[in-house]
């Protein structure tokens, strides 16, 4: 199959990394594939270097950026569409918002210029740009646009079975539309235990002793990601327990403001920031630490959840999108949204309780590994264009 994927920006995030591992194994597998995408500009760092020396090419769209603009975005539309004009593949296959838009309006619009049905339009849903934490008149917009590319899109493939649930619900596309493909993690870098000299060198670097128990934190420091609850929770239980100390992995626009915060509350000595660690270094940090916290509001299925996982790590997450899917009390701890109240006491069964830990962790991976494996969702994708291509 000739297949050409549109992402708006490699920055570092799950749904970039899903797209580079896609385009990856699907050009392993003998199909033809180009990756198109914008700048990889950002403060959240770049995965584009990981795009080098692969199977499949890259195109990169100067003007496709997040950030909504007119001008910029009728400019890469009609660059988009002069690729796919002149690439004719059998599949478009979109990711992200911005991306998601202008692929499937570019893609669609050149149906049967080519021959038969072609190219079939497919849209992954890594998240939704509408959601119960800002305007009402911002949510009808999006959802809005969202009904109208849904129109355009053949196929649907949903991270987790929530974010069908959420599309559904709005009105966007029909129920045999979709079908779930967890968005898969690079497992071999998570499953193969790290030396205990390498764990003490990372524990060393930030400061945090041998004995510790440490509860990390693997998202950008932004809103909506929820540091400032797993703070007030840590404010709460460093009185209690003198060995707990929490990490916070990762870079963003709040991470002064949480800095601040942490040392007038007199918590410098117990919450340790790491600032943007490269994708290499996520399992060691994950493997120097005994628990993992997640307290977004809102996100399709953090990766960072089954990551854990597979490091035998138990998770603790607000009960928000697809988390259910991965958290149960088999494997970690699932709490009300915002609720710390519940967060500190799931925090303390676990720093309390290391037979408890080792238990949930070793669920938690046997739970994940063939569900979040490469192989697993590229074989749902494959089988979803195959199906598009025999109508």
Not at 43 to 53: A, D, I, S, V, Y
Not at 88 to 93: E, R
Not at 214 to 238: D, W
Not at 279 to 298: E, F, G, N, T, Y
């Amino acid at each position: 199959m000739k297949i050409v994927h549109i992402i708006t920006r490699l920055i570092l995030g799950g749904a970039q990394e899903n797209t580079l591992i896609t385009c990856k194994l699907l050009a392993q597998r003998g199909h033809d594939v180009t990756l198109i995408t914008g700048p990889a500009t950002g403060p959240e760092g770049e995965l584009f270097n990981q795009t080098k020396n692969q199977k499949y090419d890259v195109i990169v769209v100067p003007k496709l950026i997040r950030a909504i603009c007119p001008l910029y975005d009728t400019l890469s539309y009609h660059q988009i569409k002069k690729y796919l004009k002149h690439l004719q593949p059998d599949i478009v296959h979109t990711h992200s918002a911005k991306a998601g838009i202008l692929g499937r309006f570019a893609g669609y619009g050149l149906k049967g210029k080519w021959g038969g049905n072609l190219p079939a339009v497919v849209h992954t849903i890594h998240g939704l740009a509408f959601h119960r934490y800002q305007s009402e008149t911002l949510n009808k917009f999006y959802i809005g646009i969202e009904k109208a590319a849904a129109k355009r899109t053949d196929f649907f493939i949903s991270v987790a079975d929530a974010m069908t649930a959420q599309a559904s619900a709005a009105g966007i596309g029909q129920p045999e539309q979709f079908r779930t493909a967890y968005s898969a993690i690079e497992e071999e870098n998570f499953l193969q235990p790290i030396l205990q000299e390498r764990k003490k060198d990372f524990r060393r670097k930030y400061e945090i002793p041998k004995a510790a128990i440490v509860l990390v934190t693997i998202a950008r420091l932004f809103m909506l990601k929820g540091h400032k609850y797993i703070i007030e929770s840590s404010r709460r239980l460093a009185k209690r327990f003198d060995n707990a100390v929490w990490l916070f992995v990762g870079d963003g626009n709040l991470a002064e403001h949480f800095k601040k915060q942490v040392r007038e509350l007199g918590l410098a000595d117990k919450i340790k920031f790491t600032g943007l660690l490269p994708p290499s270094q996520i399992p060691l940090a994950i493997q120097s630490s005994d628990i993992l916290v997640h307290c977004s509001l809102r996100e399709g299925l953090a990766r960072a959840l089954p990551q854990a996982m597979l490091c035998g790590k138990p998770a603790v997450s607000f009960d928000v999108d697809g988390a259910k899917e991965v958290v149960n009390e088999n494997t970690g701890r699932l709490i009300e949204p915002k609720n710390v109240q519940q967060l500190t006491k799931a925090c303390a069964e676990l720093i309390e309780d290391k037979d408890l830990r080792n238990k949930l962790g070793e669920t938690g991976r046997e739970s994940v590994k063939e569900k979040f494996a490469p192989e697993t969702m590229v074989d749902t994708i494959e089988a979803v264009y195959q199906k598009l291509l025999q109508k």
